[in-house]
Structures are given as C-alpha cells and as structure tokens.
C-alpha cells in the first residue's frame, strides 16, 4: 500500500490543464456512450480536505465582522436575504441557519400538500425572483412549494457577498450598553447546532462570534428552535414579554406581520413568524406572501439603518 507520505503524481499546473491532460473538457453529450474508457481526474484525499476546510476558514475569518447577519433561512429570512444581496453587493450578508437543510417550513406548501398559495400583491416578488405561477385572481399558486424555495435560496447561494452558515445556531445575541440604559444588538454568537444541542451532557464547548451593526431575526414561531432572539430579549429585560402567537386568521395575520416588520431594538430587525410572538398576531398557516414580503421590509429597514 502506498505510504501516506506518498503523493499521488498530480501536475502542478493549473486546473485547466489538469483536465486537458485528462480530456475532461468533454461535454455530457461527448461522454454518453463511451463508458469504457471513462475515468475521473485523478485526485489525493487531502485535496478534498482542504478544498473544503480552506474555504470554510476563509469565509469564518471574512465573516467575522460581517455588515448584516441574518438569523434563520427560512421563507423570510431567504427572500430578505434575496433583496439585501441585490441591493447592495458591497455588504458582507452572513446566514446562519440552525438545521442541516436550508427552506425552513417552507419546502412543502402546507399540510403535506404540494403547492405554495401567495396573496397578491406578493406575486411580485415572484416575477422579481422568476417563480412561475397559476394566476387565481386574488392570490397566485406556485406548482411545488419546494420551486419557490430552491429557486430563492440558488439566487442568494450565487451571490458573492453572502455566505450561508448551515448546521450552525445563534445561541445568543451580542450586545452594547446605549446611553439610555438599554442595549444595541452588536452581532451574534454561534455554534454549530449539534454541539449546541449537547451543552448538557458536554462541557465547556465555547461559542464563536459574529459582529455585525445590523441582525436580522426570522426565526419562526416558537417551537422546539423558533422565535430565538425575541425570546433572548425577554430574558435579558429588554422585552416585558412576548405577546404569544395567536390563533389562525389569515386576513388579519398576513397584514400584521408585513406591518410590523420592525428594528425592535436598536441593531435588530425581526420578521416573518418570529415577530407574531412579539406582538400577538394571528398566524396564518399555509400562505407564504407575507413571509416574502415581510422579508422586501426586513431588507428595506437594515439598509435604512445601516445608511444612517
Ligand atoms: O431552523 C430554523 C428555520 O429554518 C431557523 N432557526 C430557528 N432558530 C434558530 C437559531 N439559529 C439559527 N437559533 C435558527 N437558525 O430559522 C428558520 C425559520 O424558518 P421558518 O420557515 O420556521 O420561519 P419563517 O418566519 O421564515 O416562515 C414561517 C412560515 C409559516 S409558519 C405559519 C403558521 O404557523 O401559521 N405560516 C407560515 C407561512
């Protein structure tokens, strides 16, 4: 066996060349039917290794001080992340999303039915991000939930000045002293959520840091992880205390949330079903429009406070 100290012979030119040698400029259709002769590019292990670790370490470094954090990839905190990175390509946007999977609840349009109902007018954010759907008049329905989703999250992964942090959790909030004698939100702190899930049974697993003048809060509703920051502020006295998420009304709950959309202390927007915690407001179960849109508002008020 060859030792470990053995390197696989591998050119040191550049990539291209790398393939040329291997006649890996093939296209899929020069590839299909020739099967027999045909072989990856050669690769060692480490390559793989640091390929990743590299990239990941970069990006932690680059990251540190971040312009804007968003915390949750769900419905809101996607379609926020969507107009920032638009809007503003010079900003550094660092996501950071608890479960392993991107989307939040909204790979599936509700119940384990298919479809995405959105309300006009949110059917223009759907034009913005090029979703196709079935027109009904007062609302729009996308085919597959999961079409509205894939398509949102790709525009913002392409984009270079956001970096989507997944399997990691905001386990707290970092915070400053205002003359007031209340708070701003300076950044948050993170782990990755399989060790923040044994802090339990495991010591002294220390956190990282994120700073960051503005953050973002769309982490859901409460549940077993959701509503996490505004649930933080009620422990560290800077909310009385939540509202509670009310019963489903639709009507009601899908304006309310797009209203409210709010910096509820200074350097922390909240958004999406988080904010129906904050303030008491209806849900409105399997109808995405205000998640959309209250994402266009979330981004609309960190640019306001970030140019201030
Ligand atoms: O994993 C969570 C999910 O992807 C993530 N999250 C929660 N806590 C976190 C933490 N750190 C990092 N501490 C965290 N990530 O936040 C995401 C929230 O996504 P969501 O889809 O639950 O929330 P949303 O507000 O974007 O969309 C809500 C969709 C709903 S719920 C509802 C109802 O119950 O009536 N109706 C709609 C449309």
Redesign the pocket.
């Known amino acids: 066996y060859p030792s470990a100290e053995m390197t696989v012979a591998l050119p040191t030119k550049d990539k291209l060349d790398i393939d040329v040698l291997n006649g890996n400029t093939r296209t899929v259709q020069e590839m299909t039917g020739n099967w027999e002769n045909f072989s990856f590019s050669p690769i060692r292990e480490s390559q793989v290794s640091r390929a990743m670790t590299r990239r990941y370490f970069q990006d932690l470094d680059t990251y540190a001080e971040s312009d804007i954090v968003i915390?949750?990839?769900?419905?809101?905190?996607l379609s926020t992340a969507y107009m920032l990175g638009k809007a503003r390509p010079d900003l550094k946007i660092a996501i950071?999303?608890?479960?392993v999977s991107?989307?939040?609840?909204?790979w599936l349009g509700g119940q384990l039915f298919s479809a995405m109902v959105m309300r006009k007018p949110a059917d223009a954010f759907l034009r913005e991000l090029g979703v196709p759907y079935e027109d009904e008049e007062n609302y729009v329905v996308v085919k597959h939930a999961a079409l509205f989703t894939s398509t949102v999250l790709s525009k913002v992964l392409q984009m270079p000045n956001i970096k989507l942090f997944n399997a990691?959790?905001?386990?707290d909030l970092i915070t400053r002293p205002t003359a007031d004698g209340g708070v701003r939100i300076a950044g948050v702190v993170t782990n990755w959520t399989l060790v923040s899930m044994h802090h339990d049974d495991q010591s002294c697993m220390d956190p990282n840091t994120i700073n960051a003048p503005v953050v973002i809060s769309?982490?859901?509703?409460d549940g077993p992880?959701?509503a996490?920051s505004v649930k933080r502020l009620v422990s560290m006295q800077q909310l009385e205390k939540l509202g509670g998420m009310r019963g489903?009304d639709m009507n009601s709950a899908e304006d309310a949330i797009v209203k409210r959309t709010r910096e509820i202390v200074p350097g922390l927007i909240v958004?999406?079903?988080?904010l129906s915690e904050v303030d008491g407001a209806n849900?409105?179960?399997?109808?995405?429009g205000?998640?959309a849109l209250s994402g266009v508002k979330a981004a609309e008020e960190a640019l306001r406070i970030f140019e201030e």
């Open positions: 915390v949750g990839a769900g419905s809101c905190g950071i999303e608890a479960s991107p989307g939040g609840g909204a990691t959790a905001v386990e769309t982490t859901g509703h992880f959701g996490f489903l958004g999406g079903m988080e849900r409105m179960g399997p109808t995405f205000a998640m």
